[in-house]
């Protein structure tokens, strides 16, 4: 998570959708990867005791030098169970690194929770793969699925990174799922492609798909969606 306003020298395009004084109280926090736009210290260290962290292979160093210990690393498929509800590691295609010589050295994916017979996906940071077809056979049916649709030009240079809206759409298509809801668009802008281009973009996709309307969701940031 990142609730700060800046990204080093980048300030945010629109505040956070919660600040750290409207948050409620928090039981578990998920971590994708180790990016600074995903993994930001001065936000987890106003986050405050009681917090159970849940991060991909390799990061739990990083949270014990923060003075956060109640880490829990997951690897690909594996899970952990907090307050009833089940999270899943699962794969993407991204990569990792927070200085020039820890490359790739701890690991990134998505998550799958699940309670109540619900399954709601987080994709986290990643291109597009044959993995969302695996991920939606193993771990399915998926009731609501978190998929980027930002941060995707140059595509030479993101295609192996991120996902633009057309690969979302085909990803959502993979799963199976049975709701879309987009984001990772709009907070920072890290790439070419305008801040406000990637709703109209993912909107113009979905109808030229023919998918059902009621099942795109794209929410303005900071608004709140009943599942």
Do not use: C, K
């Given at each position: 998570p990142i609730l700060s306003r800046r990204l080093a020298l980048i300030e945010r395009n629109v505040p956070p959708g919660l600040t750290h004084d409207t948050l409620p109280t928090l039981d578990v926090v998920t971590v994708s990867h180790n990016h600074f736009d995903h993994l930001d210290a001065p936000t987890l260290r106003?986050?405050?005791?009681?917090?159970?962290?849940?991060?991909?292979?390799?990061?739990?160093?990083?949270?014990?030098?923060?003075?956060?210990r109640d880490v829990v690393e997951l690897d690909w498929w594996q899970?952990?169970?907090v307050g009833g509800v089940t999270l899943t590691l699962v794969p993407?295609?991204?990569?990792?690194?927070?200085s020039l010589l820890d490359t790739d050295t701890t690991l990134w994916g998505g998550f799958v929770y699940e309670a109540?017979?619900?399954?709601?996906?987080?994709?986290?940071?990643?291109a597009y793969f044959s993995g969302f077809k695996l991920i939606g056979e193993r771990c399915g049916p998926i009731d609501a699925a978190m998929?980027?649709?930002?941060?995707?030009?140059?595509?030479?240079?993101?295609?192996?990174?991120?996902?633009?809206?057309?690969?979302?759409?085909?990803?959502?298509?993979?799963l199976g799922a049975r709701r879309f809801f987009a984001m990772h668009w709009g907070t920072f802008k890290?790439?070419?492609?305008?801040?406000?281009?990637?709703?109209?973009?993912?909107?113009?996709?979905?109808?030229?798909?023919?998918l059902d309307p009621d099942a795109l969701v794209i929410p303005a940031i900071g608004e709140t969606v009943a599942l």
């Open positions: 106003r986050l405050g005791p009681g917090v159970r962290y849940v991060v991909p292979l390799g990061l739990a160093a990083w949270f014990e030098r923060q003075g956060l899970s952990t169970v993407a295609q991204h990569w990792s690194r927070r109540g017979g619900q399954r709601v996906y987080h994709s986290g940071d990643t998929l980027p649709i930002g941060a995707y030009d140059p595509r030479w240079f993101m295609r192996p990174q991120h996902m633009n809206p057309e690969d979302a759409v085909q990803a959502f298509v993979d890290l790439t070419d492609e305008p801040l406000d281009e990637p709703p109209a973009f993912t909107r113009r996709v979905w109808a030229e798909r023919g």
